[in-house]
């Protein structure tokens, strides 16, 4: 099994909205992403959590709140975002050394 | 110099042809390696990992790496109208905290 599932698939919020996003593994692995993804351009890593610390962050706007609750499970907090954070979020997860594996994704969209 | 390269295409080969997906990093000390294949509005979804010098094969697909010349890259044989996508070549560089960066991706376009 090598599935990452992210809620919801689509999102669209105001400017003035909090919302999260989730992602949920069962790997067992060890590490997480959130990647933002805008059209015709790669994925853009925001935030890893490693053994569900917070590891790397890519200097990531505050709007943007990641949480660890556990090593399954990885959450995106958003809040007062603009309309040009509209894009693909993509959640991930990987083993220490091995492939990392994506979830379907969240299409937010800021309005 | 960005960290991962592409050409970002699009490559445009006929059915049953072979397409050659290139790709160079620039942190000599990355060791892990990988393709993934992104259709229009979808994830990325792997295909391939790599971590030795020389050639990995999966069915159609071969990866091939080159430490010394910092070069991986992805060769597709008899490719298919449904291997039409964009594929991004992805390095884990050495940083400690086991970062995944993503070249721009070459988009593949197979024509029947």
């Known amino acids: ?111 | 110099q960005k960290e991962v390269e592409q050409n970002s295409g699009p490559l445009s080969v006929p059915e049953g042809a072979i397409a050659s997906l290139n790709c160079t990093y620039s942190d000599r000390g990355s060791q892990s390696f990988f393709w993934y294949r992104q259709y229009s509005g979808k994830s990325p979804e792997l295909i391939m990992s790599i971590y030795s010098n020389g050639d990995k094969e999966d069915g159609r697909f071969t990866a091939q790496l080159n430490k010394a010349s910092q070069y991986v890259s992805l060769l597709i044989r008899d490719s298919q109208p449904s291997d039409s996508a964009t594929y991004l070549c992805a390095v884990k560089v050495n940083t400690g905290f086991q970062k995944l960066v993503f070249g721009t991706g070459t988009r593949l376009l197979v024509s029947p």
């Open chain 1, 1 to 111: 099994d090598t599935e990452v599932t992210q809620t919801p698939k689509h999102l669209v919020m105001g400017m003035t909205n909090k919302k999260s996003l989730k992602c949920e593994q069962h790997m067992g692995h060890r590490a997480m992403y959130w990647y933002k993804q805008k059209a015709k351009k790669p994925p853009e890593l925001m935030f890893v959590y490693s053994y569900e610390k917070l590891s790397i962050n890519e200097s990531v706007p505050s709007r943007f709140s990641p949480e660890c609750p556990n090593s399954s499970l990885l959450n995106l907090h958003l809040h007062a975002l603009q309309p040009e954070d509209s894009a693909l979020y993509l959640c991930a997860s990987r083993m220490a050394l091995g492939e990392a594996f994506f979830g379907q994704g969240t299409r937010l969209t800021v309005v």
